[in-house]
C-alpha cells in the first residue's frame, strides 16, 4: 500500500499546476498580470532560443533562467520552446539570414568579459535573443539588457529580472490585433518633428504615431490612447485647454514635457548670454488643478554634461578643455517607479523644477527624476552667462528637487465650474470628475529634442561631445509605455531578484580549507550513517536471538 500510494502521489504532481516557490525573492513565480495574460488567449506560441553553445557562467544562468520562465509560463499557456546554437547549428547562409534580422531591429551578438576569481578576463560571444512566432507573425525578445552604468554582473541580473516583462510584453504584441493610438500635438511651436524622430521611431514599435493639432471639436482626441505636449512655445487657448481637459476626464492620458522659462539659445552662442523669462502658456491654472505647478526658474547642479571651452589666451591658437555646464544636469532616476528604475541619468538641458499642491488623497504622486545632492535654482526673470562656468559651487546648497513626477487618479476638472468655451463643438455634458488615469509631468521641453546633424536626427539623449548615450529615450518611452499600457506590464519591471555575490577574497584565503571540509565532511557523513545502520542491525539481531533463546 505505501509503494502504490507513492505511485499514485506521483502521478498527480505529475499532471498537477500546484507549485510552490519557496525562494525569498519569489523568482520562480509569475506576476498576476501576465497569468492573467496567458490565461486569457488561446495563442500557440513557437519560441527558438539562441542562447545556447559555450557560454560563462553569468550567461548560463541567464539561459537557466529563461527557459525555468518559459517553462513555468508552459503551464498556463501553450508555449513550445527550443534551443538553437547560431555558431554551430545553422548554416553560414541562416547566419548572415539572422545576422540581417538581428541588424534590423538593431541588435547585435555581445562579446562579454567577466573577471574569474584570479583576475583573468574571460570573453565570450553570445547570441542573448529569442525568436517567438505566434502563426505568420514573429517577434524577436532581447534577452540582455545593457546598462552603461552597470558591471557585467549587475546588468546580467537584471537581464533575469525583466525576462517575465521582456516575454509578456513579446505575447501582447502577437496577440493585440489594435495598436495603440499616441498623438504627438501640434500647434502651440511644439518640437518639429525632425527633433522628436528618435522618440517617435522607438515608441512606433508599440503604437501608431500621429501628429496634429487641436480643432474645435471636444472629442478630437478621443481616439487616441495618449497625448505628447512636447516643448510648446505659444500659450495654449482656452478652447484647447478644455479639450485637453476633457480627453483626461474622459480616459486619456498625457505626458508635458513642458519649460518654465523662455531663453534664446542663438543668443547664447553668439553673445554668449542670454536673458531669461518665465514663460506663459497658460496652463498654469490647469496643471494647478492637476496638483502641479512648474516653477519659473532654471536648474543648475554640480552633476552635469561638460562643454568644450578655449581657454587660450591666443584667439589664433585655440585650446579647448572640458568645463562643466551647470545648466544641463543629469537627473537621477528614482528606483521606486518603473519608469525610472534601472535608467542611466537623463540629460535635461535648461530645465526647471516641479512642485506639487494641493492635498488630493485620491491622487497618488510619485516622483521620477531629480538633481543631485549638490543643485541650485536660478529664478525667472534672469539671465544665463557662459560666465557661469565659473559659478560659485557654495551657492549649490539644494538636494534632490523634483524635475518629472506621474500621477494617477481621479482628476477635478477645471471647467467643473466654468463656462465652455464659445468656439468648442461639444455634444456631451461637461465631465467634471475624471475616471482612473495617468499623467506623466516633466518641467524639461528639451529632454525630447534629439540633436539634428547633417539633416539627420541624432540618437535622443546622445551627448556628441562626451559620446555618451544618457537616458532620455528609455526614459520617455518607459514613460509612454506606462501610459498606454491596460494591463499593468509596465509593472513586472518592479520585479527585483537580489544579488548575492561571493566573498571571492575571502574564498582564495579559505581555499584549503573549503576544499578539505568539502572532501572530508561527506565521508564523515557516510561513516556515520554506516555505523549507525550496522550499529541498528547488530543490535536488532542480537536482541532477536536473546528473545529465542
Known sequence: MFLLGIVLLNVVVQFSRVRFDLTEDKRFSLSETTLQLLNSTDKEFDIVLYLDGEMNSGFRRLKDATTDILREMGQYATIRYSTLNPVEDLTDQQRKRLWQTLVEQGLSP???????????????????????????????????????GYDESENLNHSIETLEYAFAECFCQLIDSVFPKVAFLEGHQELPEQYTWDLQQAVAKYANIYRGSIT?????????????????????????????????MNGGSLLWAVSGVKLSEESLT??????????????????????????PCLVADRQCLYIPVDVSPDPQQPSYQPMS??????????????ISRDLMPVSATFCSVIDTVGD?????????????????????????????????TRLFTRSFVPVAIVLEGQFSSLFSHRIKPDSVVETRPVKKMSESVKQVVIASGL????????????????????KTQFGNRDFLLNAILYLIDNRGLVDLRQKTIPIRMLNMKRIEQSRSKIQALSSIVPLLVLLIVAFVIVGTRKYKYTSYKTINQ
Open 110 to 148: 555581445r562579446p562579454v568579459s567577466e573577471h574569474d576569481y584570479r583576475g583573468r578576463t574571460i570573453q565570450t560571444m553570445v547570441y542573448p535573443f529569442a525568436e517567438v512566432h505566434q502563426g505568420s507573425k514573429k517577434q524577436i525578445v532581447n534577452l540582455f539588457q545593457y546598462n552603461r
Open 216 to 248: 474645435n471639436d471636444a472629442t478630437c482626441l478621443d481616439d487616441f490612447d495618449a497625448v505628447v505636449i512636447a516643448d510648446p512655445q505659444q500659450p495654449f487657448s482656452e478652447r484647447d485647454k478644455y479639450v485637453l481637459d476633457q480627453y483626461l
Open 270 to 295: 553668439d553673445r554668449g548670454f542670454t536673458p531669461i523669462i518665465p514663460l506663459d502658456l497658460n496652463i498654469t491654472d490647469l496643471l494647478f488643478r492637476y496638483g502641479i505647478r512648474i516653477n
Open 325 to 338: 555646464w551647470f545648466y544641463s544636469p543629469l537627473l537621477l532616476p528614482s528606483e521606486d517607479h518603473p
Open 360 to 392: 488630493m488623497g485620491d491622487i497618488k504622486k510619485s516622483v521620477l527624476l531629480t538633481t543631485s545632492n549638490a543643485s541650485r535654482l536660478v529664478p525667472a526673470p534672469s539671465d544665463v552667462n557662459l560666465m557661469d562656468l565659473n559659478m560659485d
Open 447 to 466: 529632454m525630447a529634442q534629439n540633436d539634428v546633424r547633417n539633416g539627420q536626427p541624432m540618437p535622443l539623449g546622445y551627448d556628441s561631445y562626451t
